[in-house]
T-cell receptor, first 113, second 120 residues
Framework: GAGVSQSPSNKVTEKGKDVELRCDPISGHTALYWYRQSLGQGLEFLIYFQGNSAPDKSGLPSDRFSAERTGGSVSTLTIQRTQQEDSAVYLC???????????FGQGTRLTVV | AQTVTQSQPEMSVQEAETVTLSCTYDTSESDYYLFWYKQPPSRQMILVIRQEAYKQQNATENRFSVNFQKAAKSFSLKISDSQLGDAAMYFCAYRSKGNAGGTSYGKLTFGQGTILTVHP
């Protein structure tokens, strides 16, 4: 595709349910990032995939959060047993290499009720 | 670990005037990238400008320019001839070059953001 695609655009879920957020990076991009952005706030780093290297998971806030990247392309961020504080916009970005700028998707707005 | 600080939560400017957004960062690395991203209400992050640390010349992109002070670890964004469409949240970001194979290699770290309001 022409850009980074995230789905769904919006997700409303009940507290305690599991959710999966999907990110399709730009074809050929080796680096993929997940960030979380609470209303009117900055970007909180979650996880970073770079090629075949072990992912940097240092930003995942708890063991309820996990992410995988299959075949070096599509990534899924999974949140188990969602809590109200998980409500935020989840942004995905990808870049061609280690040094180039990152291109962002439009994000998934997650609301936990 | 690298940190990025934007000390101005909000800024405002009159249309056609100039405004400067501040950013400082902390790193022990000598070579890295710095970026400014814009996030309008549509929430789509857009790259505004980037600077390579080993280049002494400040980057410019049309009405946007930076003042990169490597020794002071400062990277401010100047917007000239401000337009209504410049209203957005602006993020400063640091990209590590790190060590090849290390988990921080290429990691992108953002500041807290500055909300820019442009008054007609």
């Amino acid at each position: 595709g022409a850009g980074v695609s995230q789905s769904p655009s919006n997700k409303v879920t009940e507290k305690g349910k599991d959710v999966e957020l999907r990110c399709d990076p730009i074809s050929g991009h080796t680096a993929l990032y997940w960030y979380r952005q609470s209303l009117g706030q900055g970007l909180e780093f979650l996880i970073y995939f770079q090629g075949n290297s072990a992912p940097d998971k240092s930003g995942l806030p708890s063991d309820r959060f996990s992410a995988e990247r299959t075949g070096g392309s599509v990534s899924t961020l999974t949140i188990q047993r969602t809590q109200q504080e998980d409500s935020a916009v989840y942004l995905c970005a990808s870049s061609l290499g280690r040094y180039t700028e990152a291109f962002f998707g439009q994000g998934t707005r997650l609301t936990v009720v | 670990a690298q940190t990025v600080t934007q000390s101005q939560p909000e800024m405002s400017v009159q249309e056609a005037e100039t405004v400067t957004l501040s950013c400082t960062y902390d790193t022990s690395e000598s070579d890295y990238y710095l970026f400014w991203y814009k996030q309008p209400p549509s929430r789509q992050m857009i790259l505004v400008i980037r600077q390579e640390a080993y280049k002494q010349q400040n980057a410019t992109e049309n009405r946007f320019s930076v003042n990169f002070q490597k020794a002071a670890k400062s990277f401010s964004l100047k917007i000239s001839d401000s337009q209504l469409g410049d209203a957005a949240m602006y993020f400063c970001a640091y990209r590590s070059k790190g060590n090849a194979g290390g988990t921080s290699y290429g990691k992108l770290t953002f500041g807290q953001g500055t909300i820019l309001t442009v008054h007609p």
